[in-house]
């Protein structure tokens, strides 16, 4: 085996290693998403799509997280992938949905980072509401859409 020819071995290795890391459940510590969860409540942003009576029409309506596939509001994932991350939330819900300080502590965990959660389907980000989730706890989590962030509890 040349040398070039052994390098790209291992970095085929390596690339399938962390596909299969991504497919996999949660390092030890973090949230799954698995299971049926319902829309119970909502905050809109400084800048949204939405009025809060259509904000308010999606209350009740419920999300699926499967292995073999992900029920978001308005799209069917057929084998997703659930990527969790840990980020610092100032930075990122600052930056990227403008929260308040008390919104930001609420989704901040016990070590002070903040756990994401993207859907992937077909090899890229679920763009639905469902897509991205921001958990409070292992039963409640925030998921962003349309310049809304909803409040999802698992049933």
Request: proline share 4%; charged share 25%.
């Amino acid at each position: 085996m040349t040398r070039g020819h052994a390098g790209f071995c291992a970095c085929l290795a390596m690339v399938l290693a962390l596909t299969g890391c991504a497919a996999s459940g949660p390092a030890s510590g973090l949230h799954a998403p698995e299971g049926r969860w319902q829309i119970v409540d909502h905050r809109i942003g400084p800048v949204s799509a939405m009025r809060e009576s259509d904000a308010e029409a999606w209350h009740g309506r419920a999300l699926e997280f499967r292995s073999g596939s992900a029920q978001l509001a308005d799209r069917n994932c057929e084998q997703p992938l659930y990527e969790h991350r840990l980020v610092e939330p100032d930075a990122y819900l600052g930056e990227n949905y403008r929260l308040s300080t008390a919104d930001r502590q609420r989704l901040r965990r016990s070590d002070g980072l903040l756990q994401v959660t993207d859907v992937i389907c077909e090899g890229r980000s679920a763009d639905a509401l469902g897509g991205t989730l921001l958990w409070i706890s292992e039963d409640r989590v925030m998921t962003p859409w349309d310049g809304v962030l909803f409040e999802l509890q698992r049933q």
